[in-house]
């Protein structure tokens, strides 16, 4: 039986052939391709070691399913990220005439969590050189180290035209962390928000920060959104 013809397959939203998934991640277009990359478990229907799973799609609505993107290692389990081009080859992982996909995660060590210890959550970074298909860890990870937060997680990294940086936004807890970096692999951190501001009732997550036009003017703002544990955006 066609997994996409069950009676409860949602056949809209985006899923799995079977097993857990969670938060999307890593959302980048690429040479005419939609890049999907999500929280995937592919051992249960129930959450556990967190991989990123990883689909194409040319339309937003019709989905290729592709090979695993990330897998766990010694560092940790692959937890909620995202992905950029580096247009510019940057990170120096690729070339100006191919540049490479960079993947910017946060790495979850169980054993670390397991053990009491508060920081078991640190950043890394992976790179493609063909398009996606294909995923290869950084060397020296992580490239932010945890220095005593936690819930130290979700970054989400752009590049700012105006600074010439690197942007990176994540979460420690019930704030917000910033960082910049020329290369991807070097960060500095920048600021804090969040700490006296806002609902502190649960965990922050899954930040975002976008710059939008105010309508009727051509003055811009900086949107930062962010979900809580437990809540909503």
């Known amino acids: 039986m066609d997994k996409y013809s069950e009676q409860f397959r949602p056949q809209f939203h985006f899923s799995p052939l079977n097993n857990w998934m969670n938060d999307p991640n890593g959302l980048v277009y690429y040479k005419g391709l939609y890049h999907l990359f999500y929280q995937y478990y592919p051992n249960d229907i129930v959450w556990g070691s967190m991989h990123w799973g990883h689909a194409i799609s ?10 695993i993107a990330l897998f766990p290692d010694e560092l940790g389990d692959i937890f909620s990220g995202s992905v950029v081009v580096d247009t510019m080859n940057s990170s120096g992982l690729g070339s100006k005439t191919n540049p490479p996909l960079v993947a910017i995660f946060t790495y979850h060590s169980m054993e670390g969590e397991n053990a009491g210890r508060i920081d078991y959550q640190t950043q890394g970074i992976a790179y493609s050189m063909d398009n996606g298909d294909t995923w290869k860890k950084y060397s020296d990870n992580p490239v932010i180290k945890n220095t005593g937060y936690k819930d130290f997680r979700d970054p989400k990294v752009f590049w700012d035209g105006n600074s010439k940086q690197w942007i990176l936004v ?4 019930n704030y917000v962390k910033f960082y910049k970096s020329d290369d991807l692999v070097n960060w500095k951190h920048s600021g804090d928000f969040g700490k006296e501001t806002g609902a502190h009732g649960g965990v922050w997550e899954c930040p975002d920060l976008f710059e939008i036009t105010v309508d009727g003017t051509n003055e811009k703002k900086w949107v930062l959104i962010i979900s809580i544990d437990t809540g909503a955006p």
């Open 170 to 173: 994540l979460v420690a807890g």
């Open 58 to 67: 040319k339309d937003l609505i019709y989905w290729e399913h592709k090979p």
